[in-house]
């Protein structure tokens, strides 16, 4: 039996490696793809607990404006509390404008855990305070303050769950090789964990 022709076996070899090329471009293209979907779901988680905390930060505002006209002793507490807040408020536009910045992820976190503490303080005074018992609006406004603590709560684990995926996603090989190509830098964990032992009067200071 005659051996093929050598323009026979070299178009077969050329047919080969563009069919491995193709497959080698269209599983890049997928991995790629898959990256930025998971970095946009990161981005998106993100969006979501950025807009729980600036209703928190809304809602201590005006708990502090009612706790101020049953409360004149506590000046200090609720100056240091207004404080934090401002704090954790530009902390938080930073963090939201750069959110994959690790440094700028742990100073947000930082901020909202010392506005976190102090605010604990101020709910624990108050709650000694027999005018809390009869004021209607301080009693709705820590209701709402405590759905959102919990949407918080949640729409962190949602962000630290889908970084979680995101990261493990990039660093996996082969598909590190593509993240690598791409530029996708890992993105941090945010934890959002208060002082051992809140004190208002340092909640300005971090």
Known sequence: MDAPPVTTV???????????AGAVLMWGIGTYTGLVAANRECADAFARLAESLRRRHELIGTLAVIAQDGMPSETAMLAAVAAARDVATAALVAADANWGDVQAMIRFGVAEGQLGGALAVLLAESAAHPWVQFNRNLQQFSGELSVRQNEIALARQAYNAAATRYNDR???????????FGHFAAIPLLAIDPPDNPDPANASAR
């Open 10 to 20: 070299l178009v077969l070899l050329l047919l080969c490696v563009l069919l491995l």
């Open 170 to 180: 990039r660093e996996a090989f082969p598909a590190s090789l593509v993240a690598g």
